[in-house]
């Protein structure tokens, strides 16, 4: 067991599996406690009506969402790249097909390139040879 700096806090603590020091882990489990006994109440809420309503930062919220500790059916929150609300996932529909797309593209550029360099190189080597 080393030393460590708390990711929340900056505090200087003996490393344990939840990597902030045991202020800010008791803290994150309160707040952890107060987003489940809301979402208890409620059928779905946005990020904002959570941090709203319990005073969690969005971060911890997020990263309980992403933890597992609270469902994620029953939250909403905003799309990494645009803001539109989303529900799984980290990305709304139309960005990761952006997203898709592009990879798609890129597949296809790949696929073209060696043809079009190869093409290229020997119309500028015939140049080359013809300036001789
Ligand atoms: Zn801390
Ligand atoms: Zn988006």
Redesign the pocket.
């Known amino acids: 067991m080393g030393l460590a700096n708390c990711s929340e806090c900056g505090k200087v603590y003996v490393e344990n599996a939840a990597r902030v020091c045991p202020e800010c882990y008791r803290r994150q489990e309160d707040d952890a406690e107060k987003v489940v006994e809301y979402l208890r109440d409620i059928d779905k809420a946005t990020l904002e009506e959570i941090h709203q309503a319990t005073g969690v930062k969005h971060k911890i919220i997020l990263r309980l969402l992403r933890s597992g500790r609270i469902m994620g059916s029953a939250i909403s929150y905003p ?1 990494e ?4 609300l ?1 529900d799984e996932g980290r ?2 529909d ?2 990761s097909k952006n997203i898709l797309d592009q990879i798609h593209t890129d597949d296809q550029h790949e696929k073209h390139e060696p043809q079009n360099s190869q093409r290229q190189r020997s119309r500028m080597y015939g140049k080359v040879l013809g300036d001789k």
């Open positions: 799309c790249t645009c803001g539109t989303i990305l709304c139309k960005c």
